[in-house]
T-cell receptor, first 115, second 110 residues
Framework: GAGVSQSPSNKVTEKGKDVELRCDPI?????LYWYRQSLGQGLEFLIYFQGNSAPDKSGLPSDRFSAERTGGSVSTLTIQRTQQEDSAVYLC?????????????FGPGTRLTVT | QKEVEQNSGPLSVPEGAIASLNCTYSDRVSQSFFWYRQYSGKSPELIMS????GDKEDGRFTAQLNKASQYVSLLIRDSQPSDSATYLC??????????FGAGTTVTVRA
């Protein structure tokens, strides 16, 4: 079946502009995660959505970052007034929250470059 | 103390040898453990999951879990150049969240 999809694959924007990144999870997966991976760095958790529950926003680095998930499926991560330090790969993952394992599957990512 | 620790490497092994990667974690109640492979410029790909003590084998990969010692390892047998990648260890820390290690870079020499 289809995996997690993300768009755009690459985004170059000027400092101060707003950007929107999109994630379409695996069909039937109720949990959706956003991560950030800076060059040569590990995965940084940003936000988690599960059904109609309140999202876990504990990883969002500043109030310039926000995310929403409409209809329990597609999610959009918005970064307002982008800064050069926002340059990174933004990864989306989805999961079924059943059983012990809770395996997360990643999309291909969006490479964001802020000039 | 970091939740999940891995040796950053690089780990260089000759083709056909066994690559051994180790990961330790701090939360004794963690229940599920994962290994992801990440090629340069690509996203992480799940290659192994384990939650019971002992060994779990899948093709050339074997995951080993020891909850008493709080470590999980990954063995790659008959290493191939295509195994050259960064391997991320991940530990489930609550109902839904994973904590990731920084990754071990593996280079397989032809």
């Amino acid at each position: 079946g289809a995996g997690v999809s993300q768009s755009p694959s690459n985004k170059v924007t000027e400092k101060g502009k707003d950007v929107e990144l999109r994630c379409d999870p695996i069909s039937g997966h109720t949990a959706l995660y956003w991560y950030r991976q800076s060059l040569g760095q590990g995965l940084e958790f940003l936000i988690y959505f599960q059904g109609n529950s309140a999202p876990d926003k504990s990883g969002l680095p500043s109030d310039r970052f926000s995310a929403e998930r409409t209809g329990g499926s597609v999610s959009t991560l918005t970064i307002q007034r982008t800064q050069q330090e926002d340059s990174a790969v933004y990864l989306c993952a989805s999961s079924q929250l059943t059983g012990t394992l809770v395996e997360q599957y990643f999309g291909p990512g969006t490479r964001l470059t802020v000039t | 103390q970091k939740e999940v620790e891995q040796n950053s490497g690089p780990l260089s092994v000759p083709e056909g040898a066994i690559a051994s990667l180790n990961c330790t974690y701090s939360d004794r109640v963690s229940q599920s453990f994962f290994w992801y492979r990440q090629y340069s410029g690509k996203s992480p790909e799940l290659i192994m999951s384990i939650y019971s003590n002992g060994d779990k084998e899948d093709g050339r990969f074997t995951a080993q879990l020891n909850k008493a010692s709080q470590y999980v390892s990954l063995l790659i047998r008959d290493s191939q150049p295509s195994d050259s990648a960064t391997y991320l260890c991940a530990v489930r820390i609550n109902d839904y969240k994973l904590s990731f290690g920084a990754g071990t870079t593996v280079t397989v020499r032809a």
